[in-house]
């Protein structure tokens, strides 16, 4: 029996985790479950899996969630102090599966703690790059992909030396606007954003897919897990969603891994690495997909790819201010503020309004994080 924590136990990876959970009850053991304001939710999770300890990060939200629990033994906290404290009792595994730079805190509170972290929270690693990956390294904790492309191309480099790949290629579904003109894209709505034509996701990662940042974030967290050099990485839209990720070695081979557009195929890959555990996913059948195609991007249409790739060159506290811009920027897309097309322009502005200084640390990077939100904010109020 190993132990498990799941951060973000309420959202859509969470959901996905703890559905392969439930199928294998014997083999794990919960510490801790966490969940930003959906009390009702993580009370129901925490009772069903006899979690340790259930942790909403909105603290108005912790007097539901102790009456929920109340007599059952599973301790409760409130707050993102809590979340913290909470990631740092350690488990053997630790899906972060937090949306957004609010999961770096805690992700980075159980690399402290040596152990394995699944990580889907990919905005934590782009906001903290080095400083996630010294920790990692620091602390003799694993790091073991989620994200289905880097998954797969974790997969994909296993017993091969990464000083002889060519190429890692990214796919990408080029989400719900991929043959969309630009009058269109001007005018998509919040409701088209998320309805993602393969994967069922949260708000916030749909709406990255639509304007492809989900996939510039993906360059620049491929460049901190595989460091091949970033001139090594590139982007190939696939709109099947079925080949989840490519590498090229020196001489001419590529391996690619497929798969159904299932996250729990990739959940389950982590949890069990190296062994390999059962999943409830049809298997793949080929002949019923009948056609895998691939095409360039279009940096015209969709510029998120270029401005992850120009930030990932610059390094140092840039990823961090792209991520958190991107942030505010589809966050006020989904509360009707801004168009869909000004999510990349006005990401671009914050990026172009100032050059703060390189992380050393996680203090510095949620400051590098918090600036470039208040600027964000500053830029869209005077637009
Ligand atoms: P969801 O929006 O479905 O879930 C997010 C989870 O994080 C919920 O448990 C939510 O709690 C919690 N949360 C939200 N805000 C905060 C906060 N400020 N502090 C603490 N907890 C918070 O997201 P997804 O599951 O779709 O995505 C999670 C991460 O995984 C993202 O980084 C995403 O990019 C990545 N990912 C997701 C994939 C997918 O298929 N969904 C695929 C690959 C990567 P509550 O429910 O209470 O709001």
């Given at each position: 029996?190993?132990s498990?924590?799941?951060l973000g136990?309420?959202?859509?990876?969470?959901?996905?985790?703890?559905?392969?959970v439930?199928?294998?009850?014997?083999?794990?053991?919960l510490?801790?479950?966490?969940?930003?304001?959906?009390?009702?939710e993580?009370?129901?999770?925490?009772?069903e899996?006899?979690?340790?300890?259930?942790?909403?990060?909105d603290?108005?939200r912790l007097?539901?969630l102790?009456?929920?629990?109340?007599?059952?033994g599973?301790?409760t906290?409130?707050?993102?102090?809590?979340l913290?404290?909470?990631?740092a009792r350690?488990a053997?595994?630790t899906?972060?599966?937090?949306?957004?730079?609010?999961g770096?805190?805690p992700?980075?509170?159980?690399i402290?703690?040596g152990g394995?972290?699944?990580?889907?929270n990919?905005?934590?690693l782009?906001?903290?790059?080095?400083?996630m990956?010294?920790?990692?390294?620091r602390?003799g904790?694993?790091l073991?992909p989620?994200?289905?492309?880097?998954?797969a191309?974790?997969q994909c480099?296993?017993?091969?030396?990464?000083?002889h790949?060519?190429?890692?290629t990214?796919?990408?579904?080029g989400g719900?606007?991929?043959d969309?003109?630009?009058?269109?894209?001007?005018a998509a709505?919040?409701?088209?954003a998320?309805?993602?034509p393969n994967?069922?996701?949260?708000?916030?990662?749909?709406?990255d897919?639509?304007?492809m940042?989900?996939?510039g974030?993906?360059?620049?967290?491929?460049?901190?897990?595989f460091p091949?050099?970033?001139d090594?990485?590139?982007i190939i839209?696939?709109?099947q969603s079925i080949?989840h990720?490519?590498v090229?070695?020196?001489?001419g081979s590529?391996l690619?891994?497929l798969?159904p557009?299932?996250?729990?195929?990739?959940?389950a890959?982590?949890?069990?690495?190296?062994?390999?555990?059962?999943?409830?996913?049809a298997?793949?059948?080929?002949?019923?997909?009948?056609?895998?195609?691939?095409?360039t991007p279009?940096?015209?249409?969709?510029?998120?790819?270029?401005?992850?790739?120009?930030?990932?060159?610059?390094?140092?506290?840039?990823?961090?201010?792209?991520?958190?811009?991107?942030?505010?920027?589809?966050?006020?897309?989904?509360?009707?503020?801004?168009?869909f097309t000004r999510i990349?322009a006005q990401?671009?502005?914050v990026?172009?309004?100032?050059?703060?200084v390189?992380?050393?640390?996680?203090?510095?990077v949620?400051?590098?994080?918090?600036e470039?939100r208040?600027?964000?904010?500053?830029?869209?109020?005077a637009?």
């Amino acid at each position: 029996m190993r132990s498990l924590s799941v951060l973000g136990a309420t959202g859509s990876v969470g959901a996905s985790t703890l559905d392969l959970v439930r199928r294998e009850p014997e083999a794990w053991r919960l510490v801790a479950l966490t969940a930003h304001s959906n009390a009702t939710e993580l009370a129901r999770l925490a009772l069903e899996f006899s979690a340790e300890i259930a942790v909403v990060a909105d603290e108005a939200r912790l007097p539901e969630l102790r009456e929920a629990l109340a007599g059952t033994g599973i301790a409760t906290a409130g707050g993102p102090a809590a979340l913290v404290e909470a990631a740092a009792r350690g488990a053997d595994v630790t899906v972060a599966a937090i949306v957004g730079c609010a999961g770096l805190a805690p992700t980075m509170a159980a690399i402290e703690q040596g152990g394995v972290i699944a990580l889907a929270n990919k905005e934590a690693l782009v906001s903290a790059g080095e400083v996630m990956t010294a920790a990692v390294a620091r602390h003799g904790a694993t790091l073991l992909p989620v994200d289905s492309e880097h998954n797969a191309i974790f997969q994909c480099l296993q017993g091969n030396n990464t000083a002889h790949v060519r190429w890692i290629t990214l796919t990408a579904s080029g989400g719900p606007f991929r043959d969309w003109s630009w009058e269109q894209l001007s005018a998509a709505t919040p409701a088209q954003a998320i309805k993602h034509p393969n994967w069922d996701m949260g708000a916030k990662i749909s709406v990255d897919s639509a304007t492809m940042f989900n996939k510039g974030l993906e360059l620049i967290e491929a460049h901190h897990l595989f460091p091949v050099g970033l001139d090594r990485l590139r982007i190939i839209v696939h709109p099947q969603s079925i080949v989840h990720s490519m590498v090229e070695y020196r001489d001419g081979s590529t391996l690619a891994q497929l798969g159904p557009s299932d996250m729990r195929v990739p959940i389950a890959s982590a949890l069990a690495y190296p062994e390999r555990m059962d999943t409830p996913c049809a298997p793949l059948d080929l002949a019923a997909i009948g056609e895998l195609t691939f095409r360039t991007p279009d940096e015209d249409r969709f510029p998120a790819t270029r401005l992850a790739r120009e930030a990932a060159q610059a390094g140092g506290a840039i990823p961090a201010v792209l991520n958190a811009a991107n942030e505010v920027a589809v966050a006020a897309f989904l509360a009707g503020q801004i168009s869909f097309t000004r999510i990349a322009a006005q990401v671009e502005d914050v990026l172009n309004a100032y050059m703060p200084v390189a992380p050393a640390c996680l203090s510095d990077v949620l400051a590098v994080d918090g600036e470039a939100r208040e600027r964000a904010r500053q830029l869209m109020e005077a637009a």
